[in-house]
């Protein structure tokens, strides 16, 4: 019976060596460090109030209910 010795995967065939793998490690980290950047500078710079007339900004009202009026009846 012969014997079921491994087959020998080359050196060169090793995953830290293919080039794919560690374009997505960079891809990765730099992703984590763009996230990051961005709350260091957000926690920097802190949003100013912004200046509106009326109860609105763009037409979205700036209250939960905009209507002055009493709510309709519920049908029953």
Known sequence: MPSADPVPVPARAAWYRQ????LGVALFVA????????IVVA???PDTPV???????FGV???AHS???PPP???R
């Not at 080039?19 to 560690?22: L, M, Q, T, Y």
């Not at 992703?31 to 961005?38: D, Q």
Request: charged share 5%; with cysteine; hydrophobic share 40%.
């Open 31 to 38: 992703s984590l460090a763009g996230c990051v950047w961005i």
């Open 61 to 63: 009202p700036s209250a």
């Open 19 to 22: 080039p794919i793998v560690w």
């Open 73 to 75: 009846a519920s049908p």
């Open 67 to 69: 209507s002055h009026g």
């Open 43 to 45: 926690a920097h710079h």
């Open 51 to 57: 200046e509106h007339a009326g109860s609105g900004l």
